[in-house]
């Protein structure tokens, strides 16, 4: 298992993350960052550690912790 950290002041809430995840452990949230944008949360704690979400954010948002809870 693993478990994944959100940046929610880098995140503008493309919601890519949600379209690739296999385990759909993603939402748009109601809060948003300083900078205005509604972020995404991490919504499930079943993370396989694949990393997709990592992958396609382009805001490197996204961190993956192997092995953590």
């Not at 993350?17 to 079943?46: H, M």
Request: with cysteine; glycine share 10%.
């Amino acid at each position: 298992m693993a478990h994944i950290k959100i940046n929610g002041e880098k995140c503008k809430g493309c919601g890519y993350c949600i379209s690739v995840c296999p385990q759909k452990a993603f939402a748009i949230s109601r809060k948003l960052n300083s900078k205005g944008y509604s972020i995404c949360e991490y919504t499930r704690d079943e993370c396989r550690g694949c990393g997709l979400c990592a992958v396609v954010c382009p805001d490197c948002a996204i961190e993956i912790i192997e092995g953590k809870k």
